[in-house]
């Protein structure tokens, strides 16, 4: 399978708290699993295998309820080409 960028943000429904430390243990796990990623204001990008990546947006919901979120809205964008796509060949002009 090829390599894919999946984009998340994850918008958790915390009422009165922050949302910030829910954010930053879903940015945790993500870097406990050892994919590529990187962090932006306003989601983080993801790079290697489809299935692993789509089980970390999935493990990304369970995150958010369990940390105090009493929802969890996410966006996700998929960079999907049977040649594989990196991050590198987008923004590394940039870097």
């Given amino acids: ?3 894919v960028n999946v984009s998340l943000q994850v918008i958790p429904i915390t009422g009165e708290k ?3 430390p ?3 243990k879903v940015i945790e796990y993500i870097a406990d699993r050892g994919v ?3 962090v932006g204001p306003m989601e983080t990008t993801m790079e290697g ?3 692993e990546l789509i089980d970390i947006v999935k493990k990304a919901q369970e995150i958010c309820i369990k940390e105090g979120a009493s929802r969890v ?3 996700v964008k998929i ?3 049977a040649k594989g796509v990196t991050m590198d060949e987008k923004i ?3 870097r």
């Fill in 22 to 24: 829910v954010v930053d």
């Fill in 1 to 3: 399978m090829p390599i």
């Fill in 36 to 38: 590529k990623f990187l």
């Fill in 79 to 81: 960079d999907y080409s």
């Fill in 92 to 94: 590394g002009k940039y």
């Fill in 18 to 20: 922050s949302s910030y």
């Fill in 73 to 75: 809205i996410s966006v």
């Fill in 49 to 51: 295998e489809f299935d």
